[in-house]
């Protein structure tokens, strides 16, 4: 074979490759940071540092160990790359924070949910969520919160937070969240 065909073959197949859509292996990674609630109260002098999506007024009004004080102050859902369970980086902020919430709460357990899109097999997708749910579950606990804390259950695409077949409402499903179950 020419050299000349073969080095214009393998660039070829370099740029194709490189220009392949990737879309739908990408999360939003804001998704993480604002769990769904958009923040206008910033408190950067909290231990849960710039997280705090309500007043100090509203927080007032929470019940301490609810889940609505853990959604305003550590967030309770994280999200997923597509068909992936790995933690990433703005997933555990929002671990920490909620590690930060689970030891300042210490009678309250938790269960985490897993949840897929609606892409795959139900039974894939349960798989999907499990292990999911059971990768927050493993950063928690190796984080300091006891295992006997936590319970986790698996939802698959039977759950979606969001409608619809597309990229947005896909990143938005592919998710674990944890549930206060005192």
């Given at each position: 074979?020419?050299?000349?065909?073969?080095?214009?073959?393998?660039?070829?197949?370099s740029?194709?490759?490189?220009?392949?859509?990737r879309?739908?292996?990408?999360?939003?990674?804001?998704?993480?940071?604002?769990?769904g609630?958009?923040?206008?109260?910033?408190?950067s002098g909290?231990?849960?540092?710039?997280?705090?999506?309500?007043?100090?007024?509203?927080l007032?009004?929470?019940?301490?160990?609810?889940?609505?004080?853990?959604?305003?102050?550590?967030?309770?859902?994280?999200?997923?790359?597509?068909?992936?369970?790995?933690i990433?980086?703005?997933?555990?902020?929002?671990?920490?924070?909620?590690?930060?919430?689970?030891?300042?709460?210490?009678?309250?357990?938790?269960?985490?949910?897993?949840?897929?899109?609606?892409?795959?097999?139900?039974?894939?997708?349960?798989?999907?969520?499990?292990?999911?749910?059971?990768a927050?579950?493993?950063?928690?606990?190796?984080?300091?919160?006891?295992?006997?804390?936590?319970?986790v259950?698996s939802?698959?695409?039977?759950?979606?937070e969001?409608?619809?077949?597309?990229?947005?409402?896909?990143?938005?499903?592919?998710r674990?969240?944890?549930?206060?179950?005192?």
């Amino acid at each position: 074979m020419n050299l000349k065909l073969v080095a214009v073959l393998l660039i070829s197949t370099s740029l194709v490759a490189c220009s392949s859509d990737r879309k739908t292996d990408v999360v939003d990674d804001s998704l993480n940071e604002a769990s769904g609630v958009s923040s206008e109260y910033a408190d950067s002098g909290s231990v849960y540092g710039d997280y705090n999506v309500i007043g100090e007024e509203e927080l007032g009004r929470l019940d301490s160990g609810s889940q609505e004080q853990l959604v305003a102050l550590a967030g309770d859902r994280v999200y997923f790359n597509f068909n992936s369970s790995e933690i990433n980086t703005n997933a555990q902020k929002t671990l920490m924070r909620q590690i930060t919430w689970l030891k300042e709460h210490s009678d309250i357990n938790v269960l985490v949910e897993g949840h897929a899109d609606e892409r795959g097999t139900r039974e894939y997708n349960l798989a999907l969520g499990e292990k999911r749910a059971s990768a927050a579950k493993n950063f928690l606990i190796a984080n300091g919160i006891s295992s006997s804390r936590i319970s986790v259950i698996s939802y698959g695409k039977e759950h979606p937070e969001a409608l619809g077949s597309d990229e947005s409402a896909w990143s938005k499903n592919r998710r674990a969240v944890t549930v206060v179950t005192k």
